[in-house]
């Protein structure tokens, strides 16, 4: 089944082109189903690029999905054309009275801050509140992850002393997740952040669960549901080259930065990059689309109660 997003999203082209099934609403309209109804609540400053990302995952499996993009009240974006926010996304003012099957909280370049230096932050507190009455199950990736994680447990981010930036191999830590389903015993993960969460500090919160861990750069996906949540720190969503556009920029403007490990072959930024993570990235969307679909009402005015 198709996810449903408008026809003059640039992001319905780039999954037409990609092969992603992509329906219209006036299409939409005419099948007599349910569409789980998923936000996107998009702090990234390259929106479009991020819509792509994850319209593509969560257009990859067989549930019709109505895609609904979010943004903070209060902040505005300088890095995406005015016009495209005015056509496409809606403030979370508008949508806080609406009722979603799931939401997805993506990261933010704001790693340096603590939590409450952030310009939204108080916005982003009321929203994360918001999701225990009003969204079924909610997705936080990378500092949207750590943010969650930190409102709803306290569990901190911690400065590393050099930039977590490659692909690392992560461990399944619970084979038996329906979150996990059809996962090898490892994987492969892209990573770039300059924070990191503890683990023995999520192991001292109570009701979470660490799924998938590293020896190198620590936890990375954790289940907590008594918050109807996942947190990710790490980005299964990237692209191909979305490592090598960040090493490019970095060394461009020149800001210190190591070649991503385990990234290029033989580590030789002149080649092309692999891509070794897609499978499992789409795996881990489906499988959270479908305990969406299988535990959510049907009636969605239901959430919440």
Not at 114 to 120: K, L
Not at 133 to 138: A, E, G, L, P, W
Not at 203 to 232: F, M
């Amino acid at each position: 089944m198709p996810i449903k997003i408008p026809a003059d999203l640039p992001a319905y082209d780039v999954l037409t082109r990609e092969g992603v099934m992509v329906m219209d609403p006036d299409q939409a309209a005419r099948q007599d189903i349910r569409p789980l109804r998923i936000g996107l609540l998009n702090l990234m400053p390259k929106k479009i690029q991020t819509e792509n990302q994850f319209a593509r995952l969560i257009g990859a499996t067989p549930l019709q999905i109505e895609l609904s993009l979010i943004r903070m009240s209060e902040h505005q974006t300088k890095n995406t054309a005015a016009e495209h926010m005015e056509s496409f996304y809606r403030p979370f003012e508008e949508v806080r009275g609406e009722k979603f099957d799931g939401l997805i909280i993506t990261g933010a370049p704001i790693e340096h801050l603590a939590f409450d230096e952030v310009t939204y932050w108080d916005e982003l507190r009321t929203v994360m509140d918001w999701t225990q009455t009003n969204v079924h199950s909610t997705f936080g990736v990378c500092w949207g992850g750590m943010a969650m994680i930190n409102h709803f447990h306290g569990v901190q981010k911690h400065m590393l002393d050099a930039k977590a930036f490659g692909c690392f191999r992560h461990r399944n830590l619970a084979p038996a997740s329906p979150y996990l389903r059809g996962f090898s015993d490892d994987c492969v993960i892209p990573v770039s952040r300059w924070t990191e969460m503890r683990q023995q500090e999520i192991d001292a919160a109570t009701g979470l669960t660490t799924l998938l861990g590293s020896d190198q750069v620590g936890p990375c996906l954790v289940q907590d549901p008594g918050h109807r949540a996942l947190y990710i720190f790490n980005h299964f969503e990237y692209d191909s080259d979305t490592l090598k556009q960040e090493y490019d920029r970095d060394v461009a403007t020149g800001t210190p930065i190591n070649v991503p490990m385990n990234y290029y072959p033989d580590d030789d930024p002149s080649r092309t990059p692999l891509n070794r993570w897609r499978s499992h990235a789409h795996l881990l969307y489906g499988n959270w689309l479908t305990e969406v679909y299988q535990d959510t009402p049907y009636d969605i005015e239901a959430i919440g109660r």
